[in-house]
């Protein structure tokens, strides 16, 4: 095991800090709006909330998946195992405007049971998402979503998800530990 020491640190360009606190397991996102399904890569998201489970996510005006979010305010939230790691690349590698990702990528669409946007048959779990806050969205492009019903695979008992560190690099979820907690 590696051991960090105080006295060989360097500093970090600012631009790369997102690697060192990059919150979570990459998420396909997907929206519907005017009969057109996508799919967008999103590492950009982070927990405030437990019960009901409310997310944080930045999704820019530029892609293509914002002006569906903006006007339908629901997405799936579907979270991919390694094993689906060229589709994830591929998916963020290209714009729904151009291109259908659920062809292109080979990824099936499953009807969600409250929301419009479709989930994704190959994620092993899917959180499906309604909009309830934007008062952040002019400014960050930032929205606040409610899992409102949340599906898992219970075949896929160790599921290795991947973590984006920034330009390209991902790191893969692996051992677990416990370690004593108060929290329920």
Request: net charge positive; glycine share 6%.
């Amino acid at each position: 095991m590696a051991r960090c020491v105080n006295a060989s640190k360097r500093s970090l360009p600012l631009s790369r800090v997102y690697g060192l606190l990059e919150p979570g397991p990459v998420v396909l996102l997907t929206t519907s709006h005017r009969d057109a399904a996508n799919v967008m890569t999103m590492s950009w998201h982070t927990m405030m909330e437990f019960e009901p489970p409310l997310v944080g996510c930045v999704v820019s005006e530029n892609d293509f998946s914002f002006t569906a979010l903006n006007a339908t305010r629901q997405c799936a939230l579907n979270i991919p195992t390694v094993e689906l790691a060229p589709q994830v690349v591929g998916c963020g590698n290209t714009s729904g405007r151009r291109e259908d990702k659920f062809v292109a990528f080979g990824l099936t669409p499953l009807p969600a049971s409250l929301i419009d946007a479709p989930l994704i048959s190959e994620c092993y779990a899917n959180l499906e998402c309604r909009v309830v806050d934007t008062r952040l969205k002019n400014r960050y492009n930032f929205f606040v979503l409610e899992v409102v019903k949340a599906w898992i695979d219970p075949a896929c008992k160790d599921p290795r998800t991947l973590h984006h560190r920034g330009r390209g690099v991902f790191s893969v979820a692996g051992e677990t530990i416990k370690l004593p907690s108060k929290m329920k």
